[in-house]
């Protein structure tokens, strides 16, 4: 999967109205659920639980409301991962290509008209640079894969949550009109409860499966902060200096 700002954004535009939809539907559903349970015809131990399974429902479609609505303060990440890794593409890994280019043994101009002792302190005083222009290329590289990884991890994440939102909006609404019913199905309503338990339960595993994928990518920046500091491209922990 390729990330996309412009579907990333409509995602999590949806989620929002969504996360405002289900609570509408929870409000209705208890308002619903109270209205035939005062009904003359309906006895009061039924009465009792039809209210008992759809509070227990609107419980757990509260805290899918908060948990969504936590998860959703990290929904500028992954634009902001896909833009560093734009950056590093086009700012450090581009520039550090035209270097290791420009500067190796072959491409250097000077020497090829330029000879004597002069010509060779030059050529050797370079020879570190394509060395250390090429680390900078790799790790600018594994950068951009790691922050790419980053933004499609999240897209994939919200796009996950938005489905949950969706099944969970649609038993909502289905728990209404069957508390509607002068003849309601109580395994049907007791299907729907079990099934916002379900919802409840994929989030855990979609989170897990996120921290997952992040962590992944914690580990290749950790590495590249390593070969950041490796001497033998960055004698003493600084660029090549182009001097005999």
């Known amino acids: 999967m390729a990330f996309n700002a412009a579907q990333y954004q ?63 303060k990290g929904a ?7 833009k560093y890794g734009v950056t590093w593409q086009t700012d450090v890994r581009g520039p550090a290509t035209d270097v290791v280019g420009n500067v190796t043994t072959d491409a250097l101009q000077a020497p090829k008209n330029w000879k004597g002792d002069g010509a060779t302190a030059y050529t050797s005083a370079t020879k570190m640079q394509p060395t250390a222009a090429t680390q900078i290329a790799t790790m600018a590289d594994k950068v951009v894969t790691a922050m790419s990884a980053c933004a499609v991890a999240g897209l994939a994440f919200y796009v996950s949550l938005g489905v949950i939102l969706v099944k969970l909006i649609v ?74």
């Open 76 to 82: 500028a990440i992954p634009i902001t991962a896909f």
């Open 171 to 244: 038993a909502t609404v289905a728990a209404i009109a069957a508390s509607a019913t002068v003849v309601f199905s109580w395994a049907g309503i007791l299907s729907i409860v079990t099934a916002a338990k379900i919802e409840a339960g994929l989030i855990i595993t979609t989170v897990s499966l996120l921290v997952a994928a992040l962590g992944l990518q914690g580990q290749q920046l950790t590495t590249v902060k390593g070969e950041a500091v490796d001497n033998r491209a960055f004698p003493r922990g600084k660029w090549p200096v182009a001097t005999a």
């Open 10 to 72: 409509a995602t999590v535009t949806k989620i929002d109205s969504g996360l405002d939809s289900l609570t509408t539907k929870l409000n209705q559903l208890v308002d619903k659920a109270k209205s035939v349970a005062r009904k003359w015809f309906v006895p009061g131990p039924v009465g009792k639980a039809l209210v008992w399974c759809v509070n227990k429902m609107v419980s757990l479609g509260k805290w899918v409301i908060g948990k969504i609505s936590e998860l959703l």
